[in-house]
């Protein structure tokens, strides 16, 4: 079974700089996805940046970027120029590729407030 | 561009009572599923679908029923509410596999209260 873990269950940042949120993760697949997932207090759950692990170039999305490590088993999520409305619960999530029910594993999250 | 709808946003239930829980999408996607979240936790499947008519167990099932008649409709029944069952209810669908619609789309989210 595939497991999710992410190990900082808070962290914070002041307004600008620069945040890194881990996650690690267990499966014997060779082929799936990664996700990261944004849940401000709204809770409405807001996909951040995905990433297929086929692919071995880091996914980015504005300003945020992974690290993908797959032989690791790593995949952390890189926040620049850190502004107020990234404050939310960030949780990392794990799919396996075509061929399964395609449900997520995710991990327990990670609560990021951000400073001014 | 609605997405991925459900209603009630809350609800208190007494035990014993029953509801569903509604969910609709207009992506024409196949694959739909239900979550909870309870406090401090991350999300478990309680069921999915992955098309009309197929309908089959998550991770956490006991306490529920699915039906999936059309594409854009998932119902969640919970038919002897229990304390256990108070939680955050997510929603969510995706398309097919091996394109960018793998990314799973969610609902707001059903905040439901059993007392």
């Known amino acids: 079974a595939q497991t999710v873990t992410q190990s900082q269950p808070e962290m914070s940042v002041q307004e600008a700089e620069t945040v890194t949120l881990s996650c690690t993760y267990d499966t014997s697949e060779n082929n799936y996805y990664l996700f990261w997932y944004k849940q401000p207090p709204s809770r409405q759950m807001i996909l951040v940046i995905r990433?297929?692990?086929?692919?071995?170039q880091n996914a980015t999305e504005n300003r945020f970027s992974v690290n993908f490590q797959k032989a690791a088993k790593s995949f952390s999520l890189k926040i620049s120029d850190s502004q107020l409305g990234d404050t939310a619960m960030y949780f990392c999530a794990f799919m396996k590729h075509r061929g399964s029910q395609g449900n997520l594993i995710f991990g327990k999250g990670t609560k990021l407030s951000v400073k001014p | 561009n609605a997405g991925v709808t459900q209603t009630p946003k809350f609800r208190i239930l007494k035990i014993g009572q029953s509801m569903t829980l509604q969910c609709t999408q207009d992506m024409n996607h196949n694959y739909m599923y239900w979550y909870r979240q309870d406090p401090g936790m991350g999300l478990k499947l309680i069921y999915y679908?992955?098309?009309?008519?197929?309908?089959d167990k998550g991770e956490v099932p006991n306490g529920y029923n699915v039906s999936r008649s059309t594409t854009e409709d998932f119902p969640l029944r919970l038919e002897l509410a229990a304390p256990s069952q108070t939680s955050v209810y997510f929603c969510?669908?995706?398309?097919?596999?091996?394109?960018?619609?793998?990314?799973?789309?969610f609902g707001p989210g059903t905040r439901l209260l059993v007392l």
């Open positions: 990433q297929e692990a086929y692919k071995q």
């Open positions: 969510a669908s995706r398309g097919a596999s091996g394109t960018q619609e793998e990314t799973q789309y």
């Open positions: 679908s992955v098309g009309a008519g197929i309908t």
